[in-house]
């Protein structure tokens, strides 16, 4: 398997199961859920473990109670917690409100940032990087790491530079682009081979610089948690490449990996769910 470095976040999600669906005004019955493990970082970082990689995080969490519990979490999957730092003040929360369609709405009550770039992330050997970070101040050290190996960068923020990678990844709901393509480029710059576009019941879309367009027919899944479900498209999509996979068989790898996770509870696809993908 595939030496893979996870730069994202990680968090304690508090989920609230809804009576009802979340709507403007409304005053609605919820059940409190046990805090889980989040963070669009972390959810990749342990379905990707859970597959069998060698998996490295690059983040922050806080020097709190939650931060601790954040580290045992993430060990316990399987995950290298050896370049993740601890920084002064509450790591990041969240609260998720799950409805009975499983639609979810997150609110996120502060978010552990490190002061500057994680240099760090150049001194861990990967065959691929996957990024899901806010912060703006990323590029010149993504331009290295994609000098050596793949990387794959998940968008928003959206700007030029931001983040230089081969592959380009984004939900149609997130950044609503025209020409995706044009997006791609302009976050990537000359580094961009493929922008992916997710689209949750409609499947997924590819565009190559080379002008090929693929699409990729979304599988049907009974929605239990949509919590997470990006996250598990974009370690799908991580594990296909990793393994050498073309682009249209990587796709479609990570539509069935979003749809498996939609179909359950939970932040993270689940390790009993990545065994039955794997088959």
Do not use: K, M, N, W
């Given at each position: 398997m595939a030496?893979?470095?996870?730069?994202?976040?990680?968090?304690?999600?508090?989920?609230?199961?809804?009576?009802?669906?979340?709507?403007?005004g409304a005053h609605l019955d919820g059940v409190p859920a046990k805090v889980r493990l989040g963070g669009g970082g972390a959810n990749?970082?342990?379905?990707?473990?859970?597959?069998?990689?060698?998996?490295a995080m690059v983040t922050a969490v806080g020097n709190d109670a939650a931060g601790s519990w954040q580290l045992a979490q993430l060990a316990a999957r399987g995950v290298d917690i050896s370049a993740v730092v601890r920084v002064?003040?509450?790591?990041?929360?969240?609260?998720?409100?799950?409805?009975?369609a499983g639609e979810r709405t997150i609110v996120n009550l502060g978010r552990v940032q490190e002061a500057s770039p994680p240099v760090r992330l150049l001194d861990?050997?990967?065959?691929?990087?996957?990024?899901r970070n806010r912060s703006t101040a990323l590029g010149p050290l993504?331009?290295?790491?994609?000098?050596?190996?793949?990387?794959?960068?998940?968008?928003?923020?959206?700007g030029e530079g931001l983040y230089p990678a081969q592959v380009v990844l984004?939900?149609?709901?997130?950044?609503?682009?025209?020409d995706p393509l044009a997006l791609g480029r302009l976050v990537a710059g000359e580094w961009l081979h493929w922008m992916v576009l997710t689209r949750g019941a409609h499947g997924a879309q590819a565009f190559d610089v080379g002008g090929e367009t693929l699409e990729v027919p979304a599988v049907p899944a009974a929605a239990v948690d949509s919590t997470g479900a990006g996250d598990a498209f974009a370690a799908g999509l991580c594990h296909a490449l990793a393994g050498g996979l073309n682009m249209p068989a990587a796709v479609a790898e990570a539509v069935r990996w979003g749809a498996a996770k939609v179909a359950e509870d939970g932040s993270a696809l689940s390790a009993r769910?990545?065994?039955?993908?794997?088959?």
């Open positions: 030496r893979i470095v996870v730069v994202g976040g990680v968090a304690s999600d508090e989920v609230v199961h809804l009576s009802s669906r979340c709507r403007e990749t970082a342990v379905a990707l473990a859970a597959a069998g990689h060698q998996v002064a003040g509450r790591s990041t929360r969240s609260i998720l409100l799950v409805d009975p861990l050997p990967a065959d691929l990087v996957y990024v993504l331009a290295r790491a994609a000098a050596r190996q793949p990387v794959v960068a998940h968008v928003p923020p959206v984004a939900s149609q709901s997130d950044v609503q682009a025209d769910s990545v065994r039955r993908l794997l088959g």
